[in-house]
């Protein structure tokens, strides 16, 4: 039996649930499953991830020598993922918290809805330009060295990420219209054992017109998909390149051949490793929502059963949220010199350790390797500040959520 909707004031409709089923209660509330799956794991997400990137914006700032062109970029991925955390991860625990029920918007209304479907959408649309800005950064490092260098300027960073941020404003506000009409609904639950504790209102959040959720899913699918081709290609053509060099400083026979290998290995271990995590967390949600548009509009079910399908589509969610929590442990697992950093800054140990791990940070000899191959690694900040050190390549970024799903639109 469904739920039976009545216009009444003060409420803009009126939700009669003390006949529902099981299935019809499931959308008003959270049940077990969706507890243990969402916010459990949100809340473990959520910490390992302001931890982690909020310890990798204190290296930055406190270590000199990471003060580079490659670490901009990545302060400003940290700061995207930040707000997909802070969407996806804090807002839907504070919701659960206080309020016991899915609910959007409940106390702002319209704005509401339209603030927070922009917002959560800007940190993913934002990161995804930044890994393709920062794969083409490092495809013109490695393949194109004495180009690169006469264009990897402070300047020209920052206007690029200022055009990164740019897009993601954009690409968020072609959100506003799928979830900018609010409707608060009062509920007159079942009597009795756990439904005596719930609020008796809830908001919700829809599109202006029923064709906007099919425009943003198409618009959502773009640059991933088109980010997915793009990276694929450089880091093809990358590894192909670090490879050559790398036969090559072998034969030299060496300690600046040897060093080279050492550089080169961590480099393709980067790239690698953060090209792995970065389409394995994103790509499960981008197909899923795509096969549940295409079901849609073709009236045909994706899933027979509904709870099967809450848990596959949250479960693609949280991969995504994921992303945004790992990037400072892939940092520190595939790159020695962030693992150096992060000993220097946070490390337990005597001073003499410390500043063991602040001399190594930049090796004796690395200056002369990057002076000899600035596609490999970056020079560090000369006087002048125009220049960068650290041969890490990043590729990572991240989307967002809505606690509530549309059965034609998969929000993040």
């Given at each position: 039996m469904g739920a039976n909707v009545q216009t009444i004031s003060p409420c803009d409709a009126h939700v009669n649930l003390t006949d529902a089923d099981e299935e019809t209660l499931s959308q008003w509330m959270y049940s077990d499953t969706r507890i243990q799956i969402s916010i459990a794991s949100r809340s473990i997400i959520l910490v390992v991830g302001v931890v982690g990137n909020g310890a990798f914006l204190i290296v930055i700032a406190r270590v000199r020598s990471m003060h580079t062109l490659v670490n901009f970029?990545?302060?400003?991925?940290?700061?995207?993922?930040?707000?997909?955390?802070?969407?996806?991860?804090?807002?839907?625990?504070?919701?659960?918290?206080?309020?016991?029920?899915?609910?959007?918007?409940?106390?702002?209304?319209?704005?509401?809805?339209?603030?927070?479907?922009?917002?959560?959408?800007?940190?993913?649309?934002?990161?995804?330009?930044?890994?393709?800005?920062?794969?083409t950064e490092r495809y013109l490092a490695v393949c194109h060295p004495l180009r690169h260098l006469s264009i990897n300027t402070k300047s020209r960073a920052s206007k690029l990420v200022a055009c990164a941020w740019a897009l993601g404003i954009l690409l968020s506000a072609c959100a506003i219209p799928v979830n900018a009409v609010y409707t608060k609904y009062c509920i007159q639950w079942p009597e009795g054992g756990r439904y005596d504790s719930l609020p008796t209102s809830a908001g919700r959040c829809a599109p202006t017109v029923d064709w906007a959720s099919y425009a943003f899913d198409t618009i959502h699918a773009v640059p991933f998909f088109s980010a997915l081709v793009c990276n694929a290609l450089f880091f093809i053509k990358i590894v192909?390149?670090?490879?050559?060099?790398?036969?090559?400083?072998?034969?030299?026979?060496?300690?600046?051949?040897?060093?080279?290998?050492?550089?080169?290995?961590?480099?393709?271990?980067?790239?690698?490793?953060?090209?792995?995590?970065?389409?394995?967390?994103?790509?499960?949600?981008?197909?899923?929502?795509?096969?549940?548009?295409?079901?849609?509009?073709?009236?045909?079910?994706?899933?027979?059963?509904?709870?099967?399908?809450?848990?596959?589509?949250?479960?693609?969610?949280?991969?995504?949220?994921?992303?945004?929590?790992?990037?400072?442990?892939?940092?520190?697992?595939?790159?020695?010199?962030?693992?150096?950093?992060f000993i220097r800054v946070f490390a337990c140990s005597s001073p003499a350790r410390r500043e063991a791990a602040h001399s190594t940070i930049m090796a004796p000899g690395d200056a002369t390797i990057v002076a000899t191959d600035r596609s490999v690694e970056d020079r560090l900040d000369d006087d002048k500040g125009g220049q960068t050190s650290n041969g890490s390549l990043l590729l990572n970024g991240t989307p967002s959520d809505g606690v509530s799903q549309r059965s034609h639109h998969t929000k993040l």
């Amino acid at each position: 039996m469904g739920a039976n909707v009545q216009t009444i004031s003060p409420c803009d409709a009126h939700v009669n649930l003390t006949d529902a089923d099981e299935e019809t209660l499931s959308q008003w509330m959270y049940s077990d499953t969706r507890i243990q799956i969402s916010i459990a794991s949100r809340s473990i997400i959520l910490v390992v991830g302001v931890v982690g990137n909020g310890a990798f914006l204190i290296v930055i700032a406190r270590v000199r020598s990471m003060h580079t062109l490659v670490n901009f970029y990545l302060v400003n991925l940290a700061l995207a993922d930040g707000l997909v955390l802070l969407q996806h991860a804090a807002v839907p625990i504070i919701n659960y918290s206080l309020l016991g029920i899915p609910s959007d918007g409940n106390l702002l209304g319209s704005p509401g809805c339209m603030v927070t479907q922009f917002f959560n959408y800007l940190g993913y649309f934002t990161s995804i330009f930044l890994v393709c800005l920062m794969s083409t950064e490092r495809y013109l490092a490695v393949c194109h060295p004495l180009r690169h260098l006469s264009i990897n300027t402070k300047s020209r960073a920052s206007k690029l990420v200022a055009c990164a941020w740019a897009l993601g404003i954009l690409l968020s506000a072609c959100a506003i219209p799928v979830n900018a009409v609010y409707t608060k609904y009062c509920i007159q639950w079942p009597e009795g054992g756990r439904y005596d504790s719930l609020p008796t209102s809830a908001g919700r959040c829809a599109p202006t017109v029923d064709w906007a959720s099919y425009a943003f899913d198409t618009i959502h699918a773009v640059p991933f998909f088109s980010a997915l081709v793009c990276n694929a290609l450089f880091f093809i053509k990358i590894v192909r390149n670090l490879r050559r060099r790398q036969a090559i400083d072998r034969g030299r026979g060496s300690l600046q051949g040897r060093r080279m290998v050492h550089i080169t290995h961590q480099v393709t271990k980067m790239l690698a490793a953060n090209a792995v995590v970065f389409f394995i967390c994103h790509a499960p949600f981008q197909f899923l929502s795509l096969c549940i548009l295409v079901s849609t509009l073709a009236s045909l079910p994706l899933f027979a059963d509904p709870v099967v399908q809450g848990i596959v589509v949250t479960t693609s969610r949280i991969l995504v949220y994921v992303n945004s929590a790992i990037n400072p442990i892939i940092y520190n697992a595939t790159n020695s010199r962030y693992r150096r950093a992060f000993i220097r800054v946070f490390a337990c140990s005597s001073p003499a350790r410390r500043e063991a791990a602040h001399s190594t940070i930049m090796a004796p000899g690395d200056a002369t390797i990057v002076a000899t191959d600035r596609s490999v690694e970056d020079r560090l900040d000369d006087d002048k500040g125009g220049q960068t050190s650290n041969g890490s390549l990043l590729l990572n970024g991240t989307p967002s959520d809505g606690v509530s799903q549309r059965s034609h639109h998969t929000k993040l």
